[in-house]
């Protein structure tokens, strides 16, 4: 290996007292202070949240407005922390979505355990359960913290879905080839 | 008005002279805290504080939301927080001492602005007046004097907290202001080596400092800063040692002190030492502006006189007394905030020393160099005004 030999400069005079550091330092800050900021005012300006973020868990609806969960407690089971809780329910069978069967009665999502690890979401068959792009959920009480069914599909909202797999398995089943 | 003024009683005169002074230092000095965050905030790239809005205040149009965005309502939010969260005395202390050490911290940082010539105006037969609550021939010498007994309520903060780190902060406190000391003292000397000439009555006001460099000629209307630019240099430095702001805020130094001598303090009661620790800043910096920066005249070889008569072809007012008063007030003033500026700009840019540092500073280097500087002065005076 080669050694070199690097040469170690002693400091000037000017240099050793320091006063042309400090005077470009004073013009750094100076520039500094006239440049825009870098931070965000953060409730009224909301920074730009990466495709992927996985925030608060919802339940979503497909674009005919049905519920997607059909209440199989997968999450339910995979979810490290038990944050989530599914009250099973059937679907009327006069109900124009009753080809479904099933539906969550009651899905509770307890946001003081939940880790926001995204499991419910990896395991979902249905897709109907999403960590979406909300990062701040706040409540003043602990009950305040769970969210039930209604407002997780509040906050959820309506995901595009290309698959129609329920639609599918209807018409399927009116041309009398079900499975 | 002038008339009625200066036909009241002696006492009235002074008491609403004081009472003015008062009533423009201690906003100043309430004010520097808000401006020290809000210039920190601008250099380190954050808006700063813009959230306290009085209730109906918003509602005025364009006003309302600027001053909020400027913080100014946080003055009084500050304010009122000091004043009353909560403010324990530790049981372990010297309450009696605990509680002395603020209120003699800001005694003497107020008491020196009567040593501290504001402003000038001309009086009748044109002969400059100048605005000061105690014009004494002492005054540089009162300042040095008042101000330097403000290190006591350090040491006795940092002693009567009766705990380890305050302690070390008090002691740091005294160690650090004493070895200043002679540095500043020494680096102002060669100013009134040369504004005292030999036969003539000695003087150490700080209001004939600025009357000599207001006089015509070269010599005459340069600031001291270019004739001593070193004195001014050290002058300078001392200064910030003294007023403890950074890079010399040992007795601070929450790096390795914690908070230094105040760290029992809370509340109001620390608000006092910063209140006195910016008042000293202002006075601080009031006397560098009149010893080095031509007080209240506007540049250099431009005395206030010249000014006020270029100003007076414009009509009768701007030679009357109450507007040359105002106009040197604020050429002061303006020159003094913009020290305090400077103060808190330095704080931004320069990391902090080590204290052993700060001693070799103080005694192997600042105080050789303020010696070196004094004796070059005197020799080189002696020269030119034989």
């Known amino acids: ?37 870098v931070t965000l005012s953060y ?17 979503v609806k ?28 059937e679907i009327a069978p006069d109900s124009p979505t009753a080809h479904v ?12 355990r939940c880790i926001y690890c995204g499991l419910c979401q990896e395991v979902c068959p249905e897709e109907a359960i999403w960590l979406q792009n909300q990062y701040s959920m706040t409540g003043f009480t602990r009950a305040e913290m769970v969210n039930n069914k209604e407002k997780l599909y509040a906050i959820g909202g309506t995901l595009p879905d290309n698959h129609f797999k329920w639609d599918k398995k209807k018409s399927a089943e009116e041309h009398g080839n079900a499975h | 008005m002038f008339d009625f003024f200066f036909n009241l009683p002696l006492w009235v005169q002074i008491v609403a002279k004081g009472l003015a002074v ?34 109906g205040l918003g509602y005025i149009p364009v006003i309302g939301p600027m001053l909020q965005k400027l913080g100014v309502f946080h003055l009084m939010a500050d304010g009122g927080k000091l004043l009353f969260k909560e403010d324990p005395v530790p049981g372990n202390v010297n309450k009696f001492y605990f509680i002395l050490a603020p209120i003699i911290a800001i005694i003497p940082a107020f008491t020196t602005v009567v040593f501290v010539p504001f402003g000038a105006y001309f009086n009748e037969a044109g002969r400059i007046v100048p605005l000061i609550l105690a014009n004494l021939d002492i005054g540089l010498l009162g300042v040095f004097a008042v101000s330097s007994l403000g290190v006591y309520s350090l040491i006795l903060a940092g002693w009567a907290s009766n705990s380890k780190y305050p302690f070390l902060g008090g002691v740091r406190a005294s160690a650090q202001l004493i070895s200043y000391e002679l540095s500043m003292t020494l680096s102002v000397v060669p100013v009134f080596l040369w ?3 030999p036969g003539q009555p ?4 700080l209001a004939k400092v600025v009357e000599f460099q207001s006089l015509p000629g070269f010599l005459g209307g340069a600031w001291f800063v270019f004739l001593m630019p070193l004195s001014a240099f050290l002058f300078l430095v001392a200064l910030f040692a003294e007023t403890n702001r950074q890079p010399f805020d040992m007795p601070e130094s929450e790096s390795d002190l914690v908070g230094g001598f105040h760290t029992e303090y809370g509340s109001f009661k620390w608000s006092l030492f910063f209140v006195a620790e910016y008042a000293h800043m202002t006075v601080g910096s009031g006397i560098f502006v009149l010893l080095f920066l031509g007080g209240w005249n506007p540049l250099p070889w431009i005395p206030l006189e010249t000014v006020v008569g270029w100003l007076s072809g414009l009509g009768e007012f701007a030679t009357h007394p109450l507007f040359v008063g105002i106009l040197s007030i604020s050429i002061f003033l303006g020159k003094v905030l913009f020290f305090i500026f400077f103060f808190m700009w330095v704080r931004w840019t320069l990391p902090r020393f080590r204290y052993d540092q ?29």
């Not at chain 1, 409730?43 to 339940?59: H, K, S």
């Not at chain 1, 497909?62 to 809780?85: H, M, T, W, Y």
């Not at chain 1, 069967?101 to 003081?112: C, R």
């Not at chain 2, 000695?202 to 006001?205: I, K, Y």
């Open chain 2, 358 to 386: 700060v001693m070799k500073m103080g005694w192997q280097i600042l105080l050789p160099l303020s010696i070196a500087n004094l004796i070059f002065y005197m020799i080189a005076i002696a020269f030119i005004q034989k």
């Open chain 2, 22 to 55: 008062i009533a423009v230092v201690f906003p100043i000095a309430g004010a520097c805290s808000l401006a020290e965050r809000k210039v920190s905030a601008w250099i380190q790239g954050r808006p700063g504080p813009n959230r306290a809005l009085p209730w």
């Open chain 1, 101 to 112: 069967e099933k539906a969550p009665q009651e899905f509770e999502i307890d946001m003081l």
């Open chain 2, 195 to 197: 504004i005292n000439a």
């Open chain 2, 202 to 205: 000695g003087t150490l006001s």
């Open chain 1, 62 to 89: 497909d674009p005919n407005g049905r519920e997607k969960c059909v209440s199989c407690q997968l999450c339910e089971f995979v979810c490290p922390p038990k944050a989530i809780r599914i009250t099973p329910g």
């Open chain 1, 1 to 37: 290996m080669a050694v070199i030999e690097v040469e170690r400069k002693s400091l000037t005079l000017v240099e050793r007292t320091y006063i042309p550091a400090i005077l470009s330092g004073l013009k750094t800050t100076w520039k500094r202070m006239l440049a825009p900021n």
């Open chain 1, 43 to 59: 409730p009224e300006q909301r920074p730009e949240i990466p495709t992927g973020y996985r925030g608060v868990p919802t339940l």
